[in-house]
């Protein structure tokens, strides 16, 4: 069984991409929304939250729109994709996983800074409080979810890489020969003959070891005469 001859399972994976984008985007967007709505009530008075304040996060949005979206169209032309290419492109798939990894690495920015730990100090700061706000726990909470599935799309990224390139190496592989064929014509009852040139390829599959698999045949007869 060769990964090429099952494109349901490869199929399966684009369509977990595809959630765990969409996870990606929600989150972000809850987060992005509980930390401008707690700083403009709170933020002049309060510890401020600052999650998501600089270009890291903008990186992450402009990851996770164009995952959307080719993942989408993907997914809407794969049967095609896959029959006319004999599998998926690996090219795109190692673009991908190198620009989710980036994104993860660029989700941890606010750690780096120690943005996050604003969450500890405004937990302690409201802890003997009556009244809390859950805006910034909802924004941690959500920012902790969007790093988890910011890493699960990047190992996705590399199961789907690495299926790729196996599919890549299991491609046919051709081999040429040419001969000389006689080709016999009935011209007004009397026998011609004429000299054509055929080409016999060999179609051969051979598995991930380079172990033989099958092969057909191929005949290609040219129509420019020549002379015997």
Request: net charge positive; glycine share 4%; aromatic share 16%.
């Amino acid at each position: 069984m060769t990964y090429r001859d099952n494109s349901g399972y490869f199929q399966a994976l684009k369509w977990i991409q595809l959630l765990f984008s969409f996870l990606v985007f929600i989150l972000e967007m809850i987060e992005l929304g509980a930390t401008m709505n707690y700083d403009r009530k709170y933020g002049a008075d309060l510890p401020r939250l600052n999650l998501g304040r600089d270009y890291a996060k903008k990186y992450i949005y402009f990851v996770f729109g164009l995952s959307i979206f080719c993942l989408a169209l993907y997914l809407v032309r794969f049967q095609y994709i896959w029959k006319s290419q004999k599998g998926p492109f690996l090219w795109i798939e190692i673009s991908f996983l190198a620009l989710w990894f980036s994104a993860a690495m660029a989700n941890l920015d606010d750690v780096f800074k120690g943005q996050f730990s604003n969450c500890a100090n405004i937990h302690s700061f409201f802890s003997e409080k009556i009244i809390i706000p859950q805006e910034p726990f909802t924004a941690c909470n959500t920012y902790i979810a969007s790093l988890i599935y910011c890493w699960l799309n990047t190992l996705s990224f590399v199961l789907s890489t690495f299926i790729s390139w196996k599919i890549r190496i299991e491609k046919s592989a051709k081999i040429q020969q040419t001969r000389r064929v006689k080709v016999i014509k009935l011209i007004n009852d009397s026998d011609n003959s004429e000299m054509r040139q055929a080409t016999f390829i060999r179609v051969e599959s051979h598995n991930e070891n380079r172990e033989y698999i099958n092969g057909v045949v191929e005949i290609q007869i040219d129509n420019k005469n020549e002379t015997p």
